[in-house]
């Protein structure tokens, strides 16, 4: 029983270890695609190698003199003779680590300066708020905002800071440097408790925390178009695990026309179909109580501002949302969402309204045509 138990644990360690070596591995730090990332890569390399000598070297060491010196029948069971300190040997072994560990420091310190510069030139610089449990990305510059996609230019360092967001003590919004407020000096709204996250996307830079009341930087960049996934690194409650993101980088072009359509208003349902029957559930309803969509007024004639939940503005044009945790194109799961937020993903703050199944449908129809 007892071998039949340790099989299932070697086996068990074997198949957790082979994982790490899958080769289309989306989180991959370990396949720089950025010079951001790379400069990180090419000081983990170096390290890990020295780190590697150092553990052969010790290690070897210890298993030779274990073996080597070990009890033998043969040989009288007696103390070595006992000594007392060598000074060369005492001398050479604090000397060595120093000298290892100054020279693993050097590049270590000037990697870390490095990465912390903020860039110049043409640079774009986007504020990544981290809520309970989604990511919102705010461009200041050019006038949007989306939520758990992150779309950048490639070849063009992107400057991001970073806020954690939500609730602080006497349920008042956390002041973050991200989140000025209005003109008017009140404090934005927010949903969910201000607490601790981390923005990680392996393949363009390190990790970097998310703090209340106090904005980290981070600057990414990506060499190729393509999605790069990303994840929050920090148990930040119950839905930590589903707090995902994607970085989504195009060739300039590309991005630009992306830009043009997300500086557009919402387009508007076609009057009578089941889509323009979801706009009016959205707008008299409490869905407005907390997301946006640019260009509509609700009953009394106000724009429809965000108030602590992602801009749905352009949710047709995402992919995932939840956090990434769902696909904007299955209307099966827009539909279970909407229908109970905290059955699909645990925690979710976006109450259950208790939609008939036609206010569903028809906010499904309307969500999917919002391009
Ligand atoms: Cu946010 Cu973990």
Same mark, same amino acid.
């Given at each position: 029983?007892?071998?039949?138990?340790?099989?299932?644990? *070697?086996?068990?360690? &074997?198949?957790?270890?082979?994982?790490?070596?899958?080769?289309?591995?989306?989180?991959?730090?370990?396949?720089?695609?950025?010079?951001?990332?790379?400069?990180?890569?090419?000081?983990?390399? $170096?390290?890990?190698?020295?780190?590697?000598?150092?553990?052969?070297?010790?290690?070897? &060491?210890?298993?030779?003199?274990?073996?080597?010196?070990?009890?033998?029948?043969?040989?009288?069971?007696?103390?070595?003779?006992? /000594?007392?300190?060598?000074?060369? #040997?005492? /001398?050479?072994?604090?000397? %060595? $680590?120093?000298?290892?560990?100054?020279?693993?420091?050097? $590049?270590?310190?000037?990697?870390?300066?490095? %990465?912390?510069? @903020?860039?110049?030139?043409? =640079?774009?610089?986007?504020?990544?708020?981290?809520?309970?449990?989604?990511?919102?990305?705010?461009?200041?510059? @050019?006038?949007?905002?989306?939520?758990?996609?992150?779309? /950048? $230019?490639?070849?063009?360092?992107?400057?991001?800071?970073?806020?954690?967001?939500? %609730?602080?003590?006497?349920?008042?919004?956390?002041?973050?440097?991200?989140?000025?407020?209005?003109?008017?000096?009140?404090?934005?709204?927010?949903?969910?408790?201000?607490? /601790?996250?981390?923005?990680?996307?392996?393949?363009?830079?390190?990790?970097?925390?998310?703090?209340?009341?106090?904005?980290?930087?981070?600057?990414?960049?990506?060499?190729?178009?393509?999605?790069?996934?990303?994840?929050?690194?920090?148990?930040?409650?119950?839905?930590?695990?589903? +707090?995902?993101?994607?970085?989504?980088?195009?060739?300039?072009? !590309?991005? @630009?026309?992306?830009?043009? !359509?997300?500086?557009?208003?919402?387009? +508007?349902?076609?009057?009578?179909? &089941?889509?323009?029957?979801?706009?009016?559930?959205?707008?008299?309803?409490?869905?407005?109580?907390?997301?946006? =969509?640019?260009? %509509?007024?609700?009953?009394?004639?106000?724009?429809?501002?965000?108030?602590?939940?992602?801009?749905?503005?352009?949710?047709?044009?995402?992919?995932?949302?939840?956090?990434?945790?769902?696909?904007?194109?299955? *209307?099966? @799961?827009?539909?279970?969402?909407?229908?109970?937020? *905290?059955?699909?993903?645990?925690?979710?703050? +976006?109450?259950?309204?208790? #939609?008939?199944?036609?206010?569903?449908?028809?906010? =499904? *129809?309307?969500?999917?045509?919002?391009?």
């Amino acid at each position: 029983m007892r071998t039949r138990t340790r099989w299932i644990w *070697a086996l068990v360690g &074997l198949a957790v270890f082979a994982s790490s070596c899958v080769s289309n591995a989306q989180q991959d730090a370990l396949n720089p695609q950025g010079p951001y990332a790379q400069k990180s890569y090419d000081l983990l390399v $170096p390290v890990f190698w020295v780190a590697t000598a150092v553990f052969v070297v010790v290690q070897g &060491l210890l298993i030779f003199f274990v073996v080597r010196y070990r009890r033998r029948k043969d040989r009288p069971a007696q103390l070595p003779p006992q /000594i007392h300190g060598n000074n060369r #040997l005492e /001398i050479a072994w604090t000397i %060595l $680590p120093a000298l290892i560990l100054a020279g693993v420091a050097v $590049p270590t310190v000037t990697t870390i300066f490095d %990465l912390a510069r @903020e860039p110049e030139g043409n =640079v774009l610089e986007v504020s990544v708020m981290g809520h309970q449990w989604w990511w919102e990305f705010d461009y200041p510059a @050019e006038g949007i905002n989306t939520a758990n996609e992150l779309h /950048i $230019p490639t070849g063009r360092p992107v400057y991001l800071t970073l806020c954690a967001v939500g %609730l602080g003590y006497e349920d008042k919004p956390t002041p973050s440097e991200c989140q000025p407020g209005p003109p008017d000096g009140d404090t934005p709204a927010a949903v969910g408790d201000g607490v /601790i996250h981390s923005f990680w996307v392996p393949e363009l830079a390190g990790t970097q925390d998310v703090v209340p009341g106090q904005a980290n930087t981070l600057v990414i960049q990506a060499d190729e178009p393509g999605r790069y996934s990303g994840q929050c690194k920090e148990f930040c409650g119950l839905a930590h695990a589903y +707090m995902k993101f994607a970085v989504i980088a195009h060739s300039p072009t !590309d991005y @630009e026309a992306w830009l043009r !359509d997300q500086q557009a208003d919402a387009v +508007m349902p076609q009057p009578g179909s &089941l889509a323009a029957t979801g706009m009016d559930v959205f707008l008299n309803g409490q869905c407005i109580a907390c997301h946006a =969509v640019q260009g %509509l007024e609700d009953p009394s004639g106000n724009p429809v501002v965000a108030n602590g939940g992602p801009d749905l503005t352009h949710f047709a044009s995402r992919e995932c949302f939840a956090g990434c945790w769902l696909q904007n194109a299955d *209307a099966e @799961e827009l539909a279970r969402w909407l229908d109970d937020p *905290a059955a699909v993903k645990q925690g979710s703050w +976006m109450p259950d309204y208790g #939609l008939t199944p036609d206010e569903i449908s028809a906010l =499904v *129809a309307y969500l999917q045509s919002l391009t």
